[in-house]
Nanobody
Framework: QVHLVDSGGDSVQAGGSLRLSCAAS????????MAWYRQAPGKQRELVAS???????TYADSVKGRFSISRDSARETVLLQMNSLKPGDTAVYYC??????????????????WGQGTQVTVRP
């Protein structure tokens, strides 16, 4: 069975930096697009950044120039480097990936997976 585990969230002062990490595990044949989403209290989950298997990256306007997404296909990980953090970046951050992997019943399927979320808090 395929799992995504994200980590790296913390509480930092405004202007600080954090690096989030997400690792995929299980019986995996191919990882397609990977992404980071975030959800602040009382708000809908929003896309922060995404990266394709060919390493093409896109960013939400609110994080352009401050955040950088990268991936290591050999280690099946995706990173989110967050610099110049603002209080408005406070949210639970979730890793997301589209993966062709083996299910618990032995069948292979292409599905969307989510990490459990990691809390980022930026203090004024």
């Amino acid at each position: 069975q395929v799992h995504l585990v994200d980590s790296g969230g913390d509480s930092v002062q405004a202007g600080g930096s954090l690096r989030l990490s997400c690792a995929a595990s299980g019986s995996i044949l191919t990882i397609y697009d990977m992404a980071w989403y975030r959800q602040a209290p009382g708000k809908q989950r929003e896309l922060v950044a995404s990266i394709t298997s060919s390493l093409a990256a896109t960013y939400a306007d609110s994080v352009k120039g401050r955040f950088s997404i990268s991936r290591d296909s050999a280690r099946e990980t995706v990173l989110l480097q967050m610099n110049s953090l603002k209080p408005g970046d406070t949210a639970v951050y979730y890793c997301n990936a589209e993966i062709l992997g083996q299910e618990s019943d032995g069948l292979w399927a292409r599905k969307e997976y989510w990490g459990q979320g990691t809390q980022v808090t930026v203090r004024p």
